[in-house]
């Protein structure tokens, strides 16, 4: 079989890390199944999607890394979701309905009144033939409703159960009843096409053949499983994955603003962390930090998708971009440091990937190692005898052992009331990256300088 996938968002909004792990557990099984990843624009709702949405989106999958091999926009598609409406229309699946949106609301409550659930009553299907077209001819503009096969709920009567089922790849074997729901409206009274609709004829048309998206669509995968038998088609298997949830227990949503891609790239997290967080939250796989998209592919696959959900927070995804760095050789950074403005040598990469959480801290150790800076002096005593004995360059990191040492033995202080100081005088910080391979970067003339108390 040809694997072939989608991320379908819609354009209304900008991705979040909740959106990030739909795109990146379908772009993780069609890498590891040599198949293809689609971007699908789910753009019907001309309302509510922007040019300016779709380019975020595009941006944002670019600087994650989440290449796609093609591209559709569902608003090109109108005429074609409208050719297949109508043939739906004719086979009787579709039925013009008329009620407003007060009316139906009134009959809801008079069902939940008598203890009914407020299924819609399919009420339009009593309008004759005659009675639609003399509607239609009024300049009447009805919603369309799909007909789901085999419910029978009627006034009165609770609905049969009607089980639609299918193996998910996530869930398992899953049973829906469809008696339960109301015949989804396809097709709005302005006449745009609703997303239940437009997705499965684009999932027949691209030939999907792995629908892999959040649990919160298992409901509408029932009904979809009927617009595709519908349509003559197979249904393509469905994976549905646990969802990421808040700290508030809830799942993450678009207001979550700051959870945005565009908020963690501008925090300066890695994609690589985003993307492992997103993807290994809610596995049995350990959330870790690869080095790549790859390596990621051969470790996860949608079995290890659990089905508790993933609880997202941001001060681990911060942890793990740490972890991640510590990892990164200098290749691999240095043109994202160079995109930070930040012209960083492999020796200071070394020196200090150990002592940042994200790559802009990097800032601080440039700062640190190319000066101007104030240092601190805590023991101008000590530090201008460490001054004095400071040895000729070239340094390396075998310097700082030999030089401190030094200044012990002339001055007979040792530990931390030697060390510290001399981090102070150097860096003016508590705290850094390891003084031996610091040293030799910051050199003998700011070295001399800074201990003497001048700012260099
Ligand atoms: N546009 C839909 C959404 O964002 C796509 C769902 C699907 O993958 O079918 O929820």
């Not at 639609?132 to 009165?156: D, I």
């Not at 994955?241 to 300066?268: M, N």
């Not at 998209?293 to 971009?321: T, Y």
């Amino acid at each position: 079989m040809t694997v072939s996938v989608r991320f379908a968002p819609s354009p209304t909004g900008r991705l979040h890390i909740g959106n990030i792990r739909t795109a990146v557990l379908n772009w993780l099984f069609a890498r590891r199944n040599g198949g293809s990843f689609m971007l699908r624009l789910d753009d019907t709702d001309l309302s509510r999607s922007t040019a300016a949405f779709a380019n975020a989106i595009r941006e944002d999958l670019t600087w994650l890394g989440l290449v796609w091999d093609r591209e559709a926009r569902q608003s090109d598609r109108l005429a074609r979701y409208e050719e297949v409406a109508k043939a739906l229309k004719h086979a009787g699946r579709l039925y013009a309905c008329f009620e407003t949106e007060d009316e139906l609301e009134r009959r809801r409550a008079r069902q939940r009144t008598r203890g009914l659930p407020p299924i819609y009553d399919r009420a339009a299907l009593k309008l004759t033939a005659a009675e639609v077209q003399q509607r239609l001819a009024a300049g009447e503009k009805p919603h369309w409703r799909f007909f789901l096969q085999n419910t029978e709920p009627s006034r009165g009567l609770a609905p049969q159960p009607t089980l639609v089922t299918w193996h998910d790849v996530v869930r398992g074997e899953q049973t829906v009843d469809i008696g339960s729901l109301s015949d989804p409206v396809l097709i709005r009274a302005d006449g745009t096409p609703l997303y239940t609709f437009t997705s499965v004829i684009d999932d027949v048309d691209f030939a999907i053949s792995h629908i892999i998206r959040g649990e919160d669509h298992v409901t509408n995968s029932a009904v979809q499983i009927q617009l595709f038998e519908a349509l003559g088609a197979e249904p393509p298997k469905f994976a549905h994955h646990s969802l990421l949830i808040g700290a508030d227990g809830h799942a993450l949503s678009k207001r979550a603003g700051d959870l945005s891609i565009k908020g963690l790239r501008d925090d300066g997290l890695e994609p690589l962390a985003v993307l492992c967080h997103a993807a290994l939250l809610g596995t049995s796989e350990a959330v870790a930090p690869y080095t790549s998209l790859d390596e990621l592919a051969q470790r996860l696959d949608l079995s290890k998708v659990s089905r508790a959900p993933g609880r997202f927070d941001i001060a681990e995804l911060r942890a793990l971009n740490a972890k991640l760095l510590h990892m990164l050789p200098h290749e691999a950074v240095a043109g994202h440091l160079a995109t930070l403005g930040l012209q960083v040598s492999a020796e200071l990469w070394e020196a200090v990937r150990g002592n940042i959480t994200t790559l802009g801290e990097v800032r601080t150790w440039l700062e640190v190692v190319n000066g101007p800076l104030t240092p601190r002096i805590e023991d101008a005593k000590l530090c201008a005898t460490a001054a004095g004995l400071l040895p000729p360059e070239p340094w390396n990191a075998e310097t700082w052992g030999a030089w401190t040492t030094a200044v012990r033995d002339a001055t007979g202080i040792k530990g931390r009331a030697l060390f510290h100081p001399l981090r102070l005088a150097l860096t003016a910080r508590e705290a850094g990256p390891e003084l031996r391979a610091l040293l030799p970067l910051i050199g003998r003339s700011r070295a001399e300088a800074r201990l003497n108390g001048r700012p260099a």
